[in-house]
């Protein structure tokens, strides 16, 4: 099975910072990923998939790049409603693996 | 608006059996694969089972194959995970989610509330 891990497992950064998440998968994916944040006691929520494409809704200071078996997760100006922890999921094949997760946290 | 809603979770002895349901409403149910992900408490999402919008094929973790069964009701747009076998690392937030759109290989865009099932003695 294809497995899915991140980096970092947490982050800290202030108010304005872009941030980037990474995903890697353990062999090729096309461009089947997506990335949801999950505030604390909140339920999921898809904001990219197709490792690049904005879910509707969602703020443009997220984007998503990569292809293959590594794959970003960016925000291009942290805000304080970005608490969250962020996973990526692989989603082909009728396997939904997750990511284990970063931790988002202000500065 | 579209809308799930799970129901069904409790507490159960080890070995015990338990069956969750999720109404679905607001979108054309049978069009869309549906899933189950769980969350055990303080840590990250696990996917658990699939079913085509059909039913035709269904898809399980490894974790729970052999254990839990996915299935579904179009007529009654509602979506069921059958756990029997239940351990105490089945312990977990249970929710359902919907395809983001009709076919094949689509993320989750749709999740429900959740629902707390306790495997404990």
């Known amino acids: 099975d294809i497995q899915m891990t991140q980096s970092p497992s947490s982050l800290s950064a202030s108010v304005g910072d872009r941030v980037t998440i990474t995903c890697r998968a353990s062999q090729g994916i096309s461009n089947y990923l997506a990335w949801y944040q999950q505030k604390p006691g909140k339920v999921p929520k898809l904001l990219i998939y197709?490792?690049?494409t904005l879910q509707s809704g969602v703020p443009s200071r997220f984007s998503g790049s990569g292809s293959g078996t590594d794959f970003t997760l960016t925000i291009s100006s942290l805000q304080p409603e970005d608490v969250a922890t962020y996973y990526c999921?692989?989603?082909?094949?009728?396997?939904?693996?997750f990511g284990p997760g970063t931790k988002v946290d202000i500065k | 608006q579209v809308q799930l809603v799970e129901s069904g979770g409790g507490v159960v002895q080890p070995g015990g059996s338990l069956r969750l349901s999720c109404a679905a409403s607001g979108f054309t149910f049978s069009s869309y694969g549906m899933h189950w992900v769980r969350q055990a408490p303080g840590k990250g999402l696990e996917w658990v089972a699939f079913i085509r919008y059909d039913g035709s094929n269904k898809y399980y973790a490894d974790s729970v194959k052999g254990r839990f069964t996915i299935s579904r009701d179009n007529s009654k747009n509602t979506l069921y995970l059958q756990m029997n076998s239940l351990r105490a690392e089945d312990t977990a937030v249970y929710y359902c989610?919907?395809?983001?759109?009709?076919?094949?290989?689509?993320?989750?865009?749709?999740w429900g509330q959740g629902t707390m099932v306790t495997v404990s003695s």
């Open positions: 197709a490792a690049s």
């Open positions: 989610a919907k395809d983001l759109y009709s076919g094949y290989d689509w993320p989750f865009d749709i």
């Open positions: 999921q692989k989603y082909n094949s009728a396997l939904f693996t």
